[in-house]
Every structure is written in structure tokens, then in C-alpha cells.
């Protein structure tokens, strides 16, 4: 059973008081809080293990190497890779989709080719792929998407053309919470050969991911977003797609042999790993995912959905509100506005009850425009939430609507 207050036991930062009252973080979607598993996974490796990884023969660098490579079959079993050598550590999806951009770029992008994303993606798989298409002089297409924030995928389909190279879509939109039907949309460009990459930094930390199940040729994740430490991430891709591509940072560890004339490259994964990883945020990463594999993904899914279907209901109590992204398939984020009451004042008036909100545009610029709004409120859930942190938001939501 989900025993929720044994669950908030872990996290010490929810016990916290804010302006005097208990703290209601319901900014999830923009990081999560650590559990004690985590945090002492990384205090017990600097005090007794750390070393630097893969270079020493000594005790410390082989135990810390097999923490760090221990960790990555951690997350290859999370994901359900083939192999660990599938799975590259990076700083966060942000950096996992620049390197894709770069490299695949380099291998297969050319004048004139196309690059398919959607309307709802965030600047990090928007950006990466333009700055590509500047150098490249290629081109962005964009999935466009229906009022109710969901894609449309006629017209998904209808971008198709032999110039077609790549498409980058997100699994959950970290502003509406919709939840792509990413099976079927990869499905469409196998059929045409083109392979498709995943954002999964906001599904990964709510129901369980298979990429081999989804078949994805690619797959991008931040730890911080899973109850992990900041600075590491995740980028997946198929061996057979991997070793197609070019290093993308060369310096050590990417490499086999050099020589002034010659550099040869390293095997995977570290063809992509230059320099030193951050190998105490890997180690703590494969903790967080063993926090949450004990958990249990389906028993997370199943409380947070109930969390956002109850926080949805609740919210529609209050006069002019108005909710983003579609009924069903919902997952963990609630972004909303209620009429006459600007984003930010909502936000920071949350705040001075405790209540930890996002506002603005999240980060998705193109997606604001397409709703044709500057920003949201945002109240993402996570394993810790409860329905009676719920009740705080929708009271505080309407205390701010009586001010006004
Ligand atoms: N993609 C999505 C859908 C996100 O929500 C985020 C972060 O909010 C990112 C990518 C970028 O993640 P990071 O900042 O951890 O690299």
C-alpha cells in the first residue's frame, strides 16, 4: 500500500515552514525534492569512497567505477534498455538533446532536410534542433496542435517528405500535462524510416517507460525532475543509431588511442562521456531510481493521477478559472488562470501562503502563442503530494481571487 506519511518521512525539506506556514511544493515539474536515500548516497561516496572513475587501479577509483557503472544498469532497467551501453550520462535532457542535435546533425543533416517538433515542445527541444537548422541551413516543421492541447496527428502525418530526418517530440507536456501518443507517433515515422527521439523529462518521474516497448530511437531525462541530484541526466539511444553517429566533446575518456596525426574513439557509451562524469550524482540517481522502483511506478501513477483528477474538479470551484491541456490522457501538472488575475500576482500571492507555484511560460514560448496567453499558474504534483495540499491551493486560489 502507498503509506503517503511514511512516504513524506523521506523528505525532510517537506517539514519545512514558509512565511510560518507548512510548505505545499507543487513545483515538481520544475524539480523535485531528495530523499534521505539520496542525499546520504552522495555524503557516504565524498567521505568514503571518491575517486576519479576508470583511470586508477587503486581500491577507491575501482569502487567508485563500479558505482558509476553499476548505476548505469540501474537506469537501463528502469528504462528497459537492451544494453548499458545504450544509456549516456549527460548534465540533464537539455544536454542530452544538444548532443543528439549535434551529432546526429553532423552524420545525417543536410541542406534542405527537415526536422519535425511539436507545437507544445520546450525551448530545449526547440532550440538545439534550430540552432542545427542554422547551420545545417535545414529546416523546423511543426506538429500543430488542437485547441484542447492535444496534437494533430493528420496533420502530423502530412508533414512527411524525403527530407525528413528527425522527430523530436515530448512524452508529457510540462505545461498542459497532456500525454502524447508517442507510440503511434513513432510508429508513423518508422514507416517512412525516420527515426524519433523522446523528451521524457516529464514522464519518466511519473509511470513506467520502456523504450523498447515504445520502440524510440532516442530518449532524454533529468535525474533532478525523479527525485534525483541536479547536474545528470540520461540520453538513450538504440546501439544501432549510437554508433552512427561522431563524438560529441572530445578529451579523455572518449577516446582509444592519440596521437598528433590521429585520434581513435572509445566504445560506447564513452565515445559520448568526455572527461570526468559527475559520478556521485550518477550513484545518487541510480539511489533515486531504486527509491522509486520500491515505490513503485504504477502505485506513483495511480496517486498522482488521482491527486490531478481531484485537483482539476476542486480548482473548477473557483469563478473565471480556466484549465489547460486535455481531460484525459492528464498527467501530473495543472497549469490555470483565472480571468482578470494576471499569472504572476497569483503566483506570488501563493507564495506568501507557502505554496510553491510556478508562473510564467514555462519555458514553452511557441506553445503560449499557439493559446494565445503570455503564461500559466502551474501546480505540478509529485510521489509527496497529498489531497489536503490540494485543498491548500484551491483555499489560496481563492483567497487571491477575493483580494481581487
Ligand atoms: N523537456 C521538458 C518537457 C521539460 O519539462 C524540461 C524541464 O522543465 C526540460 C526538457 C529540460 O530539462 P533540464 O532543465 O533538466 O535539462
Same mark, same amino acid.
Given at each position: ?109 543536410? +541542406? /534542405? ?7 507544445? =515542445? ?5 532550440? #538545439?534542433? *534550430?540552432?542545427?537548422? $542554422? ?94 541530484? +541536479? /547536474? ?7 546501439? =544501432? ?5 561522431? #563524438?560529441? *566533446?572530445?578529451?579523455? $575518456? ?111 514560448? #511557441? ?38
Amino acid at each position: 500500500m502507498y503509506d503517503i506519511k511514511m512516504v513524506r518521512e523521506d523528505f525532510p525539506i517537506l517539514s519545512r515552514k514558509i512565511y510560518n506556514r507548512p510548505l505545499v511544493y507543487l513545483d515538481n515539474g520544475a524539480t523535485t525534492q531528495k530523499p534521505r536515500c539520496v542525499v546520504e548516497a552522495m555524503v557516504d561516496e565524498y567521505y568514503n569512497v571518491n575517486a576519479n572513475v576508470h583511470r586508477g587501479v587503486h581500491f577507491l577509483s575501482q569502487q567508485a567505477t563500479d558505482l558509476h557503472e553499476q548505476s548505469r544498469e540501474t537506469v537501463r532497467a528502469f528504462i528497459n534498455a537492451q544494453s548499458a551501453a545504450e544509456i549516456l550520462f549527460t548534465r540533464g535532457t537539455t544536454e542530452s538533446i544538444n548532443l543528439l542535435a549535434f551529432c546526429f546533425g553532423e552524420a545525417f543533416v543536410r +541542406t /534542405g532536410d527537415e526536422i519535425v517538433v511539436s507545437t507544445m =515542445e520546450h525551448h530545449s527541444n526547440i532550440v #538545439p534542433w *534550430q540552432m542545427l537548422c $542554422e547551420r545545417k541551413g535545414a529546416r523546423l516543421r511543426v506538429i500543430p496542435m488542437a485547441d484542447d492541447g492535444t496534437l494533430l496527428l493528420e496533420d502530423y502525418r502530412a508533414l512527411f517528405n524525403e527530407r525528413t530526418k528527425i522527430v523530436c517530440c515530448t512524452q508529457v507536456s510540462n505545461v498542459l500535462g497532456t500525454v502524447n501518443p508517442v507510440k503511434e507517433i513513432i510508429g508513423e515515422a518508422h514507416r517512412r524510416g525516420v527515426p524519433v527521439l523522446i523528451d521524457g523529462a516529464q514522464s519518466t518521474p511519473h509511470f513506467p517507460v520502456d523504450v523498447q516497448e515504445l520502440d524510440c530511437d532516442f530518449f532524454a531525462f533529468s535525474g533532478h525532475k525523479i527525485y534525483g541530484p +541536479t /547536474g545528470v541526466g540520461v540520453l538513450y539511444g538504440k546501439e =544501432e543509431w549510437l554508433e552512427k553517429l561522431p #563524438p560529441y *566533446q572530445g578529451g579523455g $575518456e572518449m577516446i582509444k588511442n592519440v596521437s598528433f596525426e590521429r585520434t581513435t574513439y572509445n566504445e560506447l557509451p564513452y565515445k559520448f562521456e568526455a572527461g570526468t562524469p559527475d559520478y556521485v550524482a550518477t550513484h545518487a540517481l541510480a539511489r533515486a531510481l531504486d527509491y522509486v522502483s520500491a515505490l513503485g511506478m504504477e502505485q506513483i501513477y495511480g496517486h498522482e493521477q488521482e491527486l490531478t483528477r481531484y485537483a482539476m474538479e476542486r480548482l473548477r470551484e473557483v469563478e473565471g478559472m480556466r484549465i489547460f491541456g486535455p481531460e484525459e490522457p492528464h498527467d501530473a501538472v495543472v497549469s490555470f488562470l483565472v480571468e482578470g488575475i494576471h499569472h504572476l500576482d497569483m503566483g506570488t500571492l501563493l507564495d506568501r501562503l507557502g505554496i510553491a507555484v510556478r508562473t510564467g511560460h514555462h519555458c514553452a514560448e #511557441p506553445l503560449m502563442r499557439r493559446l494565445g496567453i503570455e503564461g500559466t499558474v502551474r501546480a505540478s504534483f509529485g510521489l509527496y503530494n497529498t489531497k489536503e495540499e490540494v485543498d491548500a491551493l484551491v483555499e489560496g486560489v481563492k483567497r487571491v481571487v477575493k483580494m481581487f
